[in-house]
């Protein structure tokens, strides 16, 4: 399963900016899609999360700013971010969570997959 990301760019402060996520190959089943971030000098942190059943989790220093959304039918999950902060600026990563075909209609085995990342630069 290969995903790639999307939509990156420098934008100022309060600008708005959409990230998108495409998802391709096989698979059985994704349990759920998420958007992390990487600063310069720290950790990967889990910015938003949609489950399979449309279960939403969303970091607290985004939440009400940013909203994460998946099309099944295109295969894409979104990260629409709004009032955009210089501490905004990171690598933004695309994250899937499933299952890899199985027999018949089983599923297989987990997988977890990472897209390339895309450079979110907020100035202020």
């Known amino acids: 399963v290969q995903l790639q990301a999307s939509g990156g760019g420098l934008v100022q402060a309060g600008a708005s900016l959409r990230l998108s996520c495409a998802i391709s190959g096989s698979y059985h089943s994704i349990d759920s899609m998420a958007w992390y971030r990487q600063a310069p000098g720290k950790e990967r942190e889990l910015v938003a999360r949609?489950?399979?059943?449309?279960?939403?989790k969303h970091a607290a220093d985004v939440e009400g700013r940013f909203t994460i959304t998946r099309d099944t039918a295109k295969k894409t999950c979104d990260l629409h971010m709004n009032s955009l902060k210089p501490e905004d600026t990171a690598v933004y990563y695309c994250n899937a969570v499933g299952f890899l075909p199985g027999r018949g209609w089983s599923p297989g085995r987990s997988f977890t997959s990472w897209g390339q990342g895309t450079q979110v630069t907020v100035s202020s």
């Open positions: 949609i489950s399979s059943a449309g279960d939403l």
